[in-house]
């Protein structure tokens, strides 16, 4: 659990993560939008098609 809690510091330290609340980190909100755009590079027609379905739900 250190070993854990020390890589999110890093982490958080390089603006990777941001802890939302207490405990809870999510990706900085670029880095996820490029993982996004990249997964979009490889992905299917289909697999574009359903992630977009998906996204106007949220």
Known sequence: MADTRRTLARLGESHL???????????HDLL??????????HA???DM?????????V
């Open 32 to 41: 996820l939008e490029y993982a996004g755009e990249l997964d979009l590079d």
């Open 17 to 27: 993560v941001v802890e939302r609340s207490a405990g809870r980190y999510v990706l």
């Open 49 to 57: 098609n359903a992630r977009s379905a998906a996204s106007r739900l």
């Open 44 to 46: 299917g027609v289909e």
